[in-house]
């Protein structure tokens, strides 16, 4: 699987955007980049994920470069629910009835959002 | 369906003794994982279930670790003779084809004293 690069740790103050970058220097061009987030105590939660276009949800935005080399996760309005450990992982499309669709999780981002 | 559901949340037991966790996966899912996760690292995949045939196993799973998941519903993760180096927390997952998203459970957290 090709490997992701995200900073450790990042801050935001409650009620303002964050944008958490994720580099992908070697992504295929079938690889889909998601995203997750793992809440304290909680399993990983599902939050975003795409291809080559942005991608809109009701949690957050996806921004993805032009040469699909980085990408932005955003949270257009933070608030304290929002702190966690934030996972940006490449993942390949299987088209397999069977194929494994793991996630190969990195380290990721711990986000503490500042009251 | 309230979603993955496990069972127990926690377990707290003597090295050697066997421990078995279970995994609930949404209903109309069929396809099931089973990761690993220790302090500070993310989610490390050690299992994969299409229905009820388990069709790949990380080498993180031992011989000491079985699973299964008979008639394609619930998953039994068992671990044999327990090591202070299996305490973790383990968390299952469901999936269906194509849908690009993994839901999981809160997890089992294992300790071994």
């Known amino acids: 699987d090709a490997k992701t690069t995200q900073p450790n740790s990042m801050e935001s103050n409650e009620e303002e955007p964050v944008h958490l970058p994720c580099n992908h220097s070697?992504?295929?061009?079938?690889?889909?980049i998601h995203w997750y987030r793992q809440l304290p105590s909680q399993g990983p939660e599902y939050v975003i994920h795409?291809?080559?276009s942005n991608v809109n949800n009701r949690m957050a935005s996806l921004a993805i470069a032009e040469d699909r080399k980085s990408s932005t996760l955003i949270l257009h309005r933070a608030t304290l629910r929002d702190a966690a450990v934030y996972y940006c992982?490449?993942?390949?499309?299987?088209?397999?009835?069977?194929?494994?669709?793991?996630?190969?999780f990195g380290t990721g981002t711990r986000l503490t959002i500042i009251p | 369906d309230t979603g993955v559901s496990q069972n127990p949340r926690h377990k707290i037991t003597k090295r050697g003794q066997n421990v078995t966790f279970r995994c609930d996966p949404i209903?109309?899912?069929?396809?099931l994982y089973w990761y690993r996760q220790t302090l500070g690292q993310g989610p490390e995949f050690l299992t994969y279930?299409?229905?009820?045939?388990?069709?790949?196993k990380s080498r993180l799973l031992s011989d000491r670790f079985s699973a299964e998941r008979p008639k394609g519903s619930f998953s039994t993760l068992e671990i044999q003779r327990t090591e202070q180096g299996d305490s973790a927390m383990y968390l299952c997952?469901?999936?269906?084809?194509?849908?690009?998203?993994?839901?999981f459970g809160q997890g089992t957290r294992l300790t071994v004293v």
């Open positions: 279930f299409q229905n009820e045939a388990q069709l790949e």
């Open positions: 992982i490449l993942k390949i499309q299987v088209i397999s009835n069977f194929g494994n669709e793991k996630l190969t």
């Open positions: 997952a469901s999936s269906f084809r194509g849908s690009g998203e993994a839901f």
């Open positions: 795409g291809l080559t």
């Open positions: 209903s109309e899912h069929n396809r």
């Open positions: 070697t992504i295929s061009g079938t690889d889909y």
